[in-house]
């Protein structure tokens, strides 16, 4: 980040995936050669003004060597980092490809202004509030619990699967003794409605549409050195938020691409999901994390 970039090496790479060190602003060109993005997804510093360190044991403080310096100098120079990087990364995405630009209450409203000019104000889908559940943060003002993550569409329509469980939710327990009183063959509960002479038909069991604040998803597996998921790495994010995006934005056969990869969540996801994934860091320690996390060389 503000370290020294390398020049672009090939880190690593798999039948399924590529993972480089350095700035994903010469090296997402060179993965795009291999053929469109569908899934993009870019958690950035958040022009924090902390130094975040890396975890080396099991201790409570992140006191090791330091992973990223998010220190801008102001909300413009930050800006001015994000611009280029947020067009390299549209011109890599496919029609049916969308971006989840991940950020917290420091730059997302300037960000929000600055990705409707990269993409296009209509390509705005809408965002996802992520409640990471670590309590409230912030001294001296109402604190802030949660983070934002902005959906941006390359084409006309993105990829969405709205019928993965994933992203559906069960129906309140009033509205299922309410509503769901019919049972089909099978003795599925379910109800019928009729919008614009047209009936649908809605079961129970398949629950509703997830909706926009997500707070199912906490961070502390990813930051507890107790538990399994946790790499060290600072700021990294729980892979059920991932799953959740790769399996919404994504299909079997679409490539996922994480430019400011840190430890490698959304790669190690997008691999066991059975996607093909692309990752970039400009912190080598970071591509060595994720490269034992997705156990390739
Ligand atoms: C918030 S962390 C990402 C954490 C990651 N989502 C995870 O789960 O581990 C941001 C990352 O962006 C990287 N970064 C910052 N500027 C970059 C750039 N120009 N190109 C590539 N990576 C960059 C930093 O090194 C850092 O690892």
């Keep these: ?125 809408g965002e996802i509030v992520w409640v990471p559940g670590n309590g409230g943060r912030r001294r001296g003002g109402p604190s802030v619990t949660h983070q934002t993550i902005l959906v941006y569409a390359r084409g006309r329509a993105m990829i969405w699967n709205d019928d993965d469980p994933a992203l559906r939710e069960p129906y309140a327990e009033t509205s299922q003794r309410m509503h769901f009183g019919q049972r089909d063959g099978d003795g599925r509960r379910y109800r019928e409605r009729t919008l614009g002479g047209k009936t649908y038909r809605y079961y129970a069991d398949a629950g509703r549409r997830r909706g926009s604040v997500w707070a199912d998803c906490p961070a502390m597996r990813a930051n507890t050195p107790l538990l399994g998921e946790a790499t060290g790495y600072p700021t990294q994010k729980p892979e059920a938020l991932l799953e959740r995006i790769v399996r919404g934005a994504s299909l079997d056969d679409s490539r996922v691409l994480d430019p400011m990869c840190g430890s490698g969540t959304t790669l190690a996801v997008a691999a066991r999901l059975g996607r093909r994934w692309a990752g970039v860091d400009v912190n080598p320690r970071a591509v060595a994390i994720a490269a034992k996390r997705l156990g390739v060389p």
């Design 1 to 125: 980040m503000n370290a020294p970039v390398r020049p672009p090496a090939e880190r690593t790479r798999s039948r399924r995936g590529s993972l480089l060190v350095g700035d994903c602003l010469t090296l997402v060109p060179r993965l795009a050669e291999k053929g469109a993005f569908d899934l993009v997804y870019v958690d950035p510093p958040f022009d924090t003004r902390a130094h975040h360190g890396i975890r080396e044991g099991r201790g409570e403080r992140a006191r090791g060597e330091r992973a990223y310096k998010d220190s801008w100098g102001g909300i413009e120079h930050f800006l001015a980092m994000l611009e280029p990087r947020l067009a390299c990364v549209r011109d890599a995405m496919s029609e049916r490809g969308s971006l989840f630009l991940h950020l917290d209450y420091r730059a997302v409203h300037e960000a929000k202004l600055l990705a409707d000019r990269v993409f296009g104000r209509g390509a705005f889908q």
